[in-house]
């Protein structure tokens, strides 16, 4: 399947065996062609970001539930409908929420060059610039760990896997699930990979 690297992907299994891969739309138009009531009845739809299940509604034709599958046209909000919205600036995609802190916090925030909104602001993506290899290792594996709970979890070595992929042992993770079913053995595979990348090994591994 052919889809744009900005739409959202899944994966569509039923019992052991990948059915489609690819954007959300053109996966559910597959499934709803080639799968009887019963089988989309069982079927499982996992977001490739995280893992996480996308409900999908089968009832009808396929041509209403393409149709469902198609994003809802945005409203082009008037001035005075922004300006309802309190603070914020929502054209620039700035929001307003609660943040609590100390009173020590907030003194502190307040005194910096801009005021506590710029600080907290530049404070956040020096965080995420500083921890951007760890967060993606952290999402990775708990993607992997959600599938793997919902398709794995009663298989064999499932904890012994489950273990080796939070921490960070790629090769022994592979050794133990290597016996499971291929599709989702190789699902495994390709959502852990990004957790493994970067990690540093054992120093009586190294050269």
Known sequence: MTNSETAPHCSAFLGEKLIASGGVAEVVSTCKRELDEDQLAALLLFDDRDSRIVEVDFRGSIEEVERRQKPAPRDREQPEALAKRGRGRPKLGVVAREVTLLPRHWEW???????????????????????????????????????????????????????????????????????????IRDHCLRLAEAGFRGERRPREDRA
């Open 109 to 183: 925030l307040n005194s910096q060059p801009g005021g506590a909104s710029v600080a907290l602001r530049k404070l956040v993506e020096d965080g995420r610039r500083a921890n951007s290899g760890r967060d993606r290792r952290r999402l990775a594996r708990e993607s992997c760990y959600r599938f793997m709970q919902a398709m794995a979890g009663n298989r064999p070595h499932f904890e012994e896997a489950n273990r080796a992929l939070f921490a960070g042992e790629r090769d022994l993770f592979v050794a133990e699930i290597a016996d499971w079913p291929r599709d």
